[in-house]
């Protein structure tokens, strides 16, 4: 769609290669032509399995923390974002950590660094034209940066690629750097995320590797704010919670899942391209932990292609959907850990591929502590959401089913699916309206 003005945003870059003499090591041995090819859709594919299992990967051990602790909380992360800013840590990591992430995000001894760097940079291209389109219908915005310590010599040619992701501060005064981190995402999110990184929180760092991640969007079917009224959420058969369900009667996407046992309905937003997914299994003490244990990139690459091909339209569902907002704050590096990266956080990294050759003694210094992941979310009559029957639905496997209620009062599973890219935007679970 918009790939004749990504092309043309590409080209520039292969200009400024090509007029500077500068080292294209990081572009492997086809500089020349480097840009000027799309990625190979076998690579593609492998990179886009490898971001899917990423996520799935990310969503199950972060479900298994809360679980384990039996704490029941809703949970919303962008699994995109975290995906493409460990992405910019592999650009420059090397030995251990450089095959920790390659295994971690799917392409390990599949893929070549130079065309998983070229694959960043068109999806980019691809995002940051979309961003800026005035008809788009609604707001999104995916951000990852990288910030260095002014005083550290940067990859000559990591630093030409990756331009707008790298930049430099000077550390050495760290809350004026946390000050300047902290507007970027503020201005990112539209002042959702205010204040990312805690007071000191930059101390003895010289390195900082942030993301941000942003949806706004109303839906192609509002609710009426009038039908909006207070009712009883089941978090489990001993637990009732009274919330606030929006209401609405129209026409649906809705099927039904054998492989994960639920019942998916599509909620569209404006512009066609970005969808809400609600993935709502049948009531039942544990049910969304057997929906998540069901839950592989092979069944969700399954329930995005339902959804892409437009799968069974019902013509008067009734759907009623919580009215709900969370803001939430994730340390993300155990979890990573516990997905195998395990040095990149600490002093056993090795990021010594984003300095030049220059940098000497500094090398050492290039090590990340910490991964803070915010994320908002809010969902009302307006724009962003789904559910339906009573408090204990039944499941069937026999479909269709064609059901006329989908209603969301126990806990599921929600995504913003984005089409055109065929990536889940956002993951969630709403599993009580009081966390
Ligand atoms: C997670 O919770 C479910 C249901 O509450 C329980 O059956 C299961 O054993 C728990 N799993 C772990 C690993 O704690
Ligand atoms: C990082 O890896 C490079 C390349 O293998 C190696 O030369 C360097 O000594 C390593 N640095 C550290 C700090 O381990």
């Known amino acids: 769609m918009n790939s004749f003005q990504s092309l043309i945003l590409l080209l520039g870059l292969v200009a400024a290669v090509r007029g500077v003499a500068v080292n294209t090591e990081c572009l492997g041995n086809h500089e020349d032509h480097f840009l000027e090819d799309p990625v190979p859709e076998e690579i593609k594919v492998i990179l886009d399995d490898g971001e899917r299992a990423f996520g799935v990967n990310l969503i199950k051990s972060l479900f298994h923390d809360f679980n384990t602790t039996g704490i029941h909380k809703n949970i919303f992360i962008s699994p995109a974002s975290i995906y493409q800013t460990l992405m910019l840590a592999y650009f420059g990591a090397k030995d251990q950590t450089e095959s920790e992430l390659a295994k971690t995000l799917g392409f390990e001894g599949q893929v070549e660094r130079a065309d998983v760097i070229k694959n960043y940079l068109f ?3 691809f995002q940051a034209i979309r961003e800026r389109d005035p008809n788009l219908g609604y707001t999104l915005t995916h951000a990852n940066k990288f910030y260095f310590d002014r005083t550290l010599p940067l990859n000559e040619c990591l630093q030409l690629v990756l331009q707008a992701e790298l930049e430099a501060l000077d550390f050495a005064q ?14 990112k999110t539209h002042d959702k995320i205010p204040k990312l990184l805690p007071a000191g929180s930059l101390d003895n760092t010289r390195v900082a590797l942030v993301n941000a991640a942003y949806f706004k969007g109303q839906w192609v079917s509002k609710f009426e704010a009038e039908q909006t009224k207070t009712n009883n959420f089941f978090v489990r058969r001993d637990k009732i919670t009274m919330t606030e369900f929006m209401e609405q009667k129209g026409k649906f996407n809705y099927y039904t899942s054998e492989e994960l046992r639920s019942h998916v309905l599509e909620m569209p937003y404006n512009g066609d391209e970005v969808s809400m997914v609600v993935i709502l299994p049948p009531f039942e003490d544990d049910s969304l932990y057997q929906t998540v244990s069901r839950l592989t990139p092979k069944s969700l690459r399954g329930v995005m292609a339902e959804v892409k091909s437009g799968f069974y339209q019902v013509d008067d569902l009734t759907v009623k959907l919580p009215k709900f907002k969370i803001e939430q704050e994730f340390q993300l590096e155990d979890t990573l850990a516990k997905l195998g990266l395990e040095t990149i956080f600490g002093g056993d990294s090795n990021l010594s591929g984003f300095l030049s050759d220059k940098a000497g003694e500094d090398v050492a210094d290039v090590t990340l502590s910490k991964a803070i992941h915010k994320s908002f979310i809010e969902v009302n009559e307006e724009g962003s959401e789904a ?8 499941f069937r496997s026999a479909r269709p089913l064609f059901h006329t209620e989908f209603i969301a009062d126990h806990p599921f599973i929600f995504l913003i699916y984005d089409k055109p890219t065929d990536t889940v935007l956002f993951f969630g679970m709403y599993q009580d309206p009081k966390k």
């Open 174 to 187: 760290p809350e004026k750097a946390r000050s300047v981190i902290n507007q970027w995402v503020s201005q």
């Open 123 to 125: 999806e980019r291209a």
């Open 387 to 394: 559910a339906a029957a009573t408090a204990l639905f039944e």
